[in-house]
């Protein structure tokens, strides 16, 4: 969700549900300040993903991999739960409490709930999923592969001392 109207659209929503918890973790959420975590967190470890594919069966998915995402379940949990705690004053509880009655109330009628709340939400329960979590991975490791790639052919096509090889061309 990046159009900033859409997030104060959800703000509002949360607000008038009585969820300040909600809100204020939704605006926190959707900010470069946490996602870039998680971004750079995804690029340091997509090497351990090489050569998969989504759509493969758990049983092919080493146990390295289901390491990595223990640990990024604790990241990102460190992270939403210290800026409930240190930022808004709130606990985890009464955070998820709030999480959960929205999902409720998106159960009940979901033509009432605002779209970008919903978002948040599917993206929430998503985030503490290993599939989710794979596919992200996959993506992020055949973006490694795909600059690898780019940057051996730079080097290949590059003259080079060894060769007698100049920029004049000789």
């Known amino acids: 969700m990046s159009s900033p109207g859409a997030i104060d659209t959800a703000v509002a929503y949360c607000q008038k549900n009585q969820w300040p918890l909600l809100s204020q973790a939704l605006t926190y959420c959707w900010s470069n300040e946490f996602l870039d975590v998680f971004r750079q967190y995804f690029r340091d470890h997509a090497s351990d993903f090489r050569g998969m594919k989504v759509g493969m069966g758990s049983s092919e998915h080493s146990l390295e991999q289901h ?67 794979y596919k992200v991975m996959v993506r992020e490791a055949q973006k490694l592969e795909a600059r690898e790639a780019m940057e051996k052919m730079r080097w290949d096509a590059a003259p080079t001392v060894a060769e007698g090889k100049t920029a004049e061309g000789g």
């Open 67 to 133: 390491a990595v995402f223990q640990e990024y379940l604790q990241l990102y949990e460190d992270r939403l739960s210290e800026y409930i705690e240190s930022q808004l004053g709130g606990s985890s509880k009464e955070f998820y409490e709030e999480l959960a009655d929205a999902k409720d109330v998106q159960a009940r009628d979901p033509e009432s709930c605002d779209a970008g709340t919903a978002l948040f939400i599917e993206c929430l329960v998503a985030s503490a999923d290993y599939d989710s979590f």
